[in-house]
């Protein structure tokens, strides 16, 4: 077992045309660290007005052939106040895989769970939590649903929830073919249980030995679903179909009663070999303002180092490549849409013989809301680490939060704190503003003439305060991060939520 350090990493994106430094405010001259557990893998973090939130795969040292759920919360200035695990009676082995923030500040944690006396029987799971961490026992059994599809080694890999429904993403080992995954979905309600009208009690296994299924699928082989996504009309879930000789690029789509939607890619099944003779296969979809799909091409192939995603259309083509390059591989990590439109991306940027640091590094882009081109870009540099396992999520004022782990010489987590240093940041406030967030108006009190911009650095309103306080209608603001510039040269941030 290798020794593992965790890094958090946390970007706060102000505006453009400026770059990201580390905030010496927090924790100890940048960064602050933890250590609850021998090997402490973070899957994600959660930002509430309160604190912030760790969910981790811990495993101790003293018996490394079991794991749990690890929380870890802190405070804003990045100090631990508590630290505890999440366990389940009934399996010594509990794996977090991804995590899905939902309505009312729950926290669905989906992954896989296994009991170490009875071998070869791997579960998927789902486990509903607080934002503090406690289990949400009206959930499902107890706050837990687990399930079987078809085989012996099951797991959920990706997910995505609305406030009525989650459709939940993964694999199954068939017990008949050991050696064949095959795709799975679960749809549930908002009380995790199955909805009994999709596919079989809520579940249903991509069969690719149904020969109605792409004629030009190998039926005897399988695949895995790594992603899925709810829409107004369709369940889309993207990963990898096994050709018997490597993965290549799958996307499937579904009607909600679970069947395949013929009306995409003729049969519902969208394939693409997008690196030849590598495996290679989707492991994120997003959705675009303009309706096509944003997935990620994952490959452990030779490559020309290149950042690739594919824009799918609704009738399941090709819409447009996106790729973005630097001086060394990039491995994707993760992707989330921000508040102000854009998108945040994070890539393992691989350490080669004329790097400077014999590590794997951090890259951050930033990519305007078409997905189309690069905003800003960011590397962060450490040659006592390899960064790896990069979890993006938006903080409640427009943070961007990185969790990722890093192989290093220690085990302890540690926590950076990003701040996106702009020229109109938060400058010698000659005002007061509040409140702050607001969602339908805000109080500005000083006499002076106001600009209010959006962080691409369009102006979005001009305000004349007359008297001492004037309040400003925000409601038709779209949600995100503002600024608000006094003439006398201050300036304050706006969250509009």
Known sequence: MRNLTTILILFCAFHVNSQWVLDEAYGSFGHAHINEAWFELPVALISSAEHEMVVSQWIHEENYFESEIGITLLDHDGNVVDAFPVTHESYDHVIPREV???????????????????????????????????????????????????????????????????????????????????????????????EESFGTHGKIALDFSDNTVNDTIRHENGGFFADALLTDDRIYAVGAYNNSLYYTCLIAAFDYHGQLDLTFSDDGIFTIDYIPYANNWFN?????????????????????????????????????????????????????????????????????????????????????????????SVQLEDNMTTLTGMELTEGQNGELYVCAYAEGAMTDEFLYRFEYMVGMNEINPSFNLYPNPASTSFTIEGRDQYSVYNTAGQLIEQISAQGAVVTVDCSRYPDGVYFVHSNEGGCQKLIVR
């Open 100 to 194: 899905e923030i939902l309505a009312g500040e729950k926290v669905l944690v989906i992954g896989e769970c296994f009991d170490l006396d009875v071998p070869n029987q791997i579960e998927p799971f789902a486990v509903m939590l607080t934002n503090t961490g406690e289990v949400v026992t009206a959930y499902a059994n107890q706050g837990w649903m687990t399930t079987e599809f078809l085989g012996i080694d099951e797991a959920f890999n990706g997910l995505h929830a609305t406030d009525e429904q989650v459709v939940l993403a993964g694999f199954s080992l068939d017990s008949n073919y050991i050696h064949r995954e095959t795709p799975v979905l679960m749809l549930l309600d908002s009380e995790g249980f199955p």
């Open 284 to 376: 994120a979809v997003h959705l675009a303002p303009n309706g096509e799909l944003i997935c990620n091409v994952f490959s452990e192939g030779e490559t020309d180092g290149s950042l690739s995603f594919l824009r799918i259309g609704t009738e399941g083509s090709i819409a447009g490549v996106t790729e973005f390059n630097a001086s060394a591989e990039l491995i994707f990590e993760d992707m989330t849409k921000l508040s102000s439109g854009e998108w945040a991306v994070t890539a393992r940027c691989l350490a080669g013989e004329e790097n400077a640091y014999n590590s794997d590094q951090l890259s951050l882009f930033i990519i305007d809301p078409a997905f189309e081109e690069e905003v800003y």
